[in-house]
């Protein structure tokens, strides 16, 4: 006991001694536990923010884009699976706007309407949501070409070109970082930003008139947002909410795939009918070439 008392009247009388040392290797721990603890519990609060943000904003748990568009029978048949619990048929393209250093590449996205329950719920800092077809909203990060609302963007692609008037600035829970904007297939290949828009003021850049004329449909879509039925109640890093969105996953596209050989059986089918028949017109028509030549010959 008289040991144990010793021990601590040498250890204060120690401190005391050296208040400056003893405090400065106090400081050194406290910080270096503190920063240790910080850097431990940053991944989950991040993980925790995100999930958070892009709850509130209704992000889309599953997006496809097809090459020859979705039509309102395959939305219809998608809608109808077990687990889908919303489906947004829209477009999203690439595009090329003009500005005074020139011309720099965008991609377009696009929904029937815009409110408050909307899926991808853009964020508006300026201004309000599009609601007639000659209207957009525009990526913050485009405000650099002093684009503002009231003023008018030009957008082209291979489709044509279209004008629309800004009437929003937003953020978009598609994009978390404002850093990279990703890759562009016009242009010299990068990304400015995003533009956001009406089905219907999208459709003429959105669709290919060639795949509507090929399928003999002009009201396809280039793209389905998805909504699965519970996702919310999941951590979106989690692996539960990896297993139940590859549950619904799995069955969308069986079902997206059936459609897809459907149209191509359809397509090559109805091309092969139109082989055939000039094949035949050209053998018909040779046959009778080479009869009138012999006859002639004769």
């Not at 208040?19 to 993980?47: D, E, H, Q």
């Not at 999930?51 to 509130?56: A, I, K, R, S, V």
């Not at 809608?79 to 595009?95: H, I, M, T, W």
Request: aromatic share 12%; hydrophobic share 30%.
């Amino acid at each position: 006991m008289v040991k144990k008392k010793f021990y601590w009247k040498t250890v204060f009388k120690n401190i005391s001694q050296s208040k400056g040392r003893f405090f400065s290797i106090f400081m050194i721990i406290f910080l270096g536990a503190a920063v240790f603890s910080g850097l431990r519990n940053t991944p989950y609060t991040m993980a925790s923010s995100v999930d958070t943000y892009l709850n509130n904003h209704n992000y889309a748990d599953l997006t496809y884009i097809a090459t020859l568009g979705f039509s309102d029978e395959d939305v219809a048949k998608v809608r109808s699976l077990r687990g889908v619990k919303k489906v947004v048929p829209c477009y999203q393209f690439d595009a090329l706007f003009s500005h005074k250093d020139g011309k720099s590449g965008v991609t377009v996205y696009s929904q029937d309407h815009y409110d408050q329950n909307m899926l991808d719920r853009p964020e508006i800092v300026k201004g309000r949501y599009p609601k007639k077809e000659d209207e957009c909203i525009i990526d913050v990060n485009l405000g650099k070409y002093n684009y503002k609302i009231g003023h008018t963007i030009e957008l082209s692609n291979d489709n044509g070109t279209k004008t629309y008037k800004i009437v929003g600035i937003v953020n978009d829970p598609r994009y978390i970082s404002n850093v990279d904007r990703g890759t562009n297939t016009l242009g010299d290949g990068t990304n400015s930003g995003f533009v956001e828009v009406l089905n219907d003021g999208a459709r003429e850049l959105g669709l290919n008139s060639k795949v509507a004329q090929l399928r003999n449909n002009d009201h396809l879509y280039t793209s389905l947002l998805v909504d699965v039925e519970g996702a919310q109640n999941y951590d979106l890093f989690s692996s539960d909410y990896d297993d139940m969105i590859e549950t619904v996953n799995t069955r969308i596209k069986s079902t997206l795939s059936e459609e897809i050989s459907d149209q191509y059986d359809q397509l090559t089918g109805d091309m092969q009918s139109q082989l055939d028949d000039a094949k035949k017109q050209y053998e018909e028509g040779y046959q009778e070439y080479k009869r009138n030549l012999d006859s002639f010959n004769s």
